[in-house]
């Protein structure tokens, strides 16, 4: 009884930042992301009846016992919606650097979810399958798609309302997403924690609440338009203003660094130019900058000048789910 899968990371245009329930992934506000096409996680899942406990290798070596423990409940979901308890041995390979600001745990749980249901003979919808994979990680959600997608936020408690559902497909618009390193240290607030003070203690945060789904019906409207001009405008705004944001919280959460603010300098200045080119930061200090394919080459080359800039990676849309 084994499967394989392999899924892409994606990056949110639209962030989700805040959780109304931690233990089930369920977001504050719904988001949209872009599934990208280099970076991805690839996992076989076999169940056995003769193993005594699960089994986890990630990139060919025992996964520690934190991301272990994770897997492993994970699996669990699994197995209570096969009505079994045969243990499982778990091999993944993960070509997501977390360098790069690209969240490994995205690809990671779509790729599980998708190898351990096809596994178990689950007959699973992409909706179905999308709720799984948001118990893993909330942005897993995503990724089960190719291309352009929006994460419902949902309203129930049980989450079953709280899935994605894909836009466009990778091949209906066509732009380039550069990941702009920056010289850095390792960030001191995780993402989870910045996410649970910003919402615990920043005067800001009703205001974000009360403006993403606009951002988003911008968002989602410049994409059934092909608009990339409006699409680039509200993916940058809505950045800022998850940023500005978590500097509301107590302590603040700053992940910007010096190299972070050249690149934006350098981004508007592109602009000004006449280069149609647009930004959008998570929780860290690398850049993520978009413009069109035909002008990729010279953003790249621009950014690539700047003193803090250690590497850039280039991207386009890629596609969701896939078996192997």
């Known amino acids: 009884m084994k499967a394989a899968a392999r899924a892409n990371t994606n990056i949110a245009l639209i962030k989700y930042w805040g959780k109304r329930d931690e233990k089930l992934f369920l977001p504050m506000n719904s988001s949209l992301s872009i599934t990208l096409d280099r970076f991805y996680t690839e996992t ?148 989870r924690e910045g996410m649970k003070r910003t919402v615990e203690t920043s005067p800001f945060y009703s205001g974000w609440l009360d403006t993403v789904e606009k951002d988003l019906e911008k968002a989602k409207e410049a994409i059934r338009n092909r608009d990339f001009q409006s699409l680039g405008e509200t993916a940058e705004a809505n950045a800022l203003k998850m940023h500005a944001t978590m500097l509301g919280a107590k302590p603040p959460v700053l992940y910007w660094q010096s190299g972070t603010m050249e690149i934006i300098h350098q981004v508007q200045s592109l602009r000004m130019s006449g280069i149609k080119v647009y930004f959008t930061i998570d929780a860290g200090p690398n850049v993520k900058v978009l413009c069109l394919p035909k002008d990729e080459q010279k953003v790249s080359d621009t950014l690539m000048k700047l003193p803090a800039v250690k590497q850039i990676i280039t991207c386009h849309p890629g596609s969701g789910i896939t078996y192997v």
């Open 44 to 191: 076989s899942v076999e169940f056995r009846e003769e193993l005594k406990s699960d089994v986890f290798l990630l990139n060919n070596k025992p996964a520690g016992e934190a991301e272990a423990n994770k897997v492993f409940r994970f699996l669990d979901n699994i197995r209570k919606l096969a009505g079994t308890k045969m243990y499982a041995v778990v091999i993944s390979e993960n070509m997501v650097p977390t360098a790069a600001g690209f969240a490994s745990s995205a690809s990671g749980f779509a790729a599980l979810a998708a190898a351990g249901v096809k596994a178990l003979n689950l007959n699973l919808n992409e909706k179905e399958l999308s709720i799984l994979a948001r118990q893993g990680s909330g942005s897993a959600c995503r990724s089960i798609y190719g291309g352009y997608v929006e994460w419902q936020k949902g309203e129930r408690g049980d989450g079953m309302d709280s899935y994605a559902n894909q836009l466009l497909t990778e091949k209906d618009l066509d732009i380039c997403i550069l990941s702009v390193l920056v010289e850095s240290n390792q960030k001191k607030i995780s993402s």
